[in-house]
């Protein structure tokens, strides 16, 4: 079974740019998690979704960050502008329902300098 | 809203030598709990969970973790630790209801020596 796959692996950008990180879930995984982990800190949940839907985005900055789930399978997150504070690495995360276990992908490491 | 305290930052040990890496969680309402681990620049591994029946879990690599609801603990236990299980741990809760939001712990740096 293939795992979750995130592209790309490592991204440097400069402050004020912008950035654009893709996730393809587990096939059949209806819930699909956006997370950020600060070097030193654990995963913090940015948005989630079942299928197309937004369970929750309370956490994710809406004045810069955004994501979409097309058509309940891919999904994207973006951030723009980028500021130093969104260093970090992404992990996408998939699980066939909201109460299963989530498999994550290996991540995205983001360098704002 | 729930939130998940791991008390100890990190954790030095000898090989061979049993840890303990504590968790407690915060949550009015039924939880699932889980375990993960994160290798050095690698994603995060499921190690175990709790969702319902007996409060001993048996996990992957010889960890075992004990649900404690009234103590709200989770804690994550091994008899014998190797060099290879130097790692950071991070346990997560889902609050049943609301969403059902997997939110973790800031994580333990287990370090094991020779």
């Known amino acids: 079974e293939a795992g979750v796959a995130q592209s790309p692996r490592y991204k440097i950008i400069e402050k004020r740019q912008s950035v654009a990180f893709w996730c393809n879930p587990i096939s059949g995984h209806a819930t699909l998690y956006w997370y950020q982990q600060i070097l030193g800190q654990g995963p913090k949940l940015l948005i989630q979704f079942q299928n197309n839907g937004v369970v929750d985005d309370s956490q994710l900055p809406k004045d810069r960050f955004s994501a979409e789930r097309l058509k309940g399978v891919d999904s994207t997150l973006k951030i723009q502008p980028a500021k130093l504070e969104d260093s970090a690495v992404y992990l996408c995360?998939?699980?066939?329902?909201?109460?299963?276990?989530?498999?994550f992908g290996q991540g995205t490491r983001l360098t704002v300098v | 809203a729930q939130s998940v305290t791991q008390l100890d930052s990190q954790v030095p040990v000898f090989e061979e030598a049993p840890v303990e890496l504590r968790c407690n969680y915060s949550?009015?309402?039924?939880?699932?709990l889980f375990w993960y681990v994160q290798y050095p620049n690698q994603g995060l591994q499921l190690l175990l969970k709790?969702?319902?029946?007996?409060?001993l879990v048996k996990g992957i690599n010889g960890f075992e973790a004990e649900f404690n609801k009234s103590q709200t603990s989770f804690h994550l236990r091994k008899p014998s630790v190797h060099i290879s299980d130097t790692a950071e741990y991070f346990c997560a809760v889902t609050t049943l209801g609301s969403g059902d939001k997997l939110t973790f712990g800031t994580g333990t740096r287990l370090a094991v020596r020779p």
């Open positions: 949550s009015s309402v039924s939880v699932y």
């Open positions: 995360a998939s699980s066939l329902d909201r109460r299963d276990e989530a498999f």
């Open positions: 709790y969702l319902s029946g007996s409060t």
